[in-house]
Nanobody
Framework: QVQLVESGGGLVQAGGSLRLSCAAS????????MGWYRQAPGKQRELVAD???????NYADSVKGRFTISRDNAKKTVYPEMNSLKPEDTAVYFC????????????WGKGTLVTVSS
């Protein structure tokens, strides 16, 4: 079992920056991918970015060039650095960790709210 604790959300003006973090606890032995999703009001949850244990990254087109995801395997933590934030980035951001070999190993955090004011 894996538990995830997110932090770093809040209110920021358009053009500003925020850095979220997600700390995992429990057995991460089979976990390959750590990432972030977001869900805006009235919309489906969507991938923001993820990163494999080998460091390969994947970004949504809407955040490419503005967001950078990184991870610290020793600390079992994943960080998205979010720059040039836009009002449309406003959403609840959820941390996710999963195994690409075992779909049962797919864990979610409770979410942290990011609000970008215009």
């Amino acid at each position: 079992q894996v538990q995830l604790v997110e932090s770093g959300g809040g209110l920021v003006q358009a053009g500003g920056s925020l850095r979220l973090s997600c700390a995992a606890s429990g057995s991460m032995f089979s976990i390959n991918v750590m990432g972030w999703y977001r869900q805006a009001p009235g919309k489906q949850r969507e991938l923001v970015a993820d990163i494999t244990s080998g460091g390969s990254t994947n970004y949504a087109d809407s955040v490419k060039g503005r967001f950078t995801i990184s991870r610290d395997n020793a600390k079992k933590t994943v960080y998205p650095e979010m720059n040039s934030l836009k009002p449309e980035d406003t959403a609840v951001y959820f941390c996710n960790v999963r195994s690409i070999l075992d779909e049962r190993m797919n864990y979610w955090g409770k979410g942290t709210l990011v609000t970008v004011s215009s």
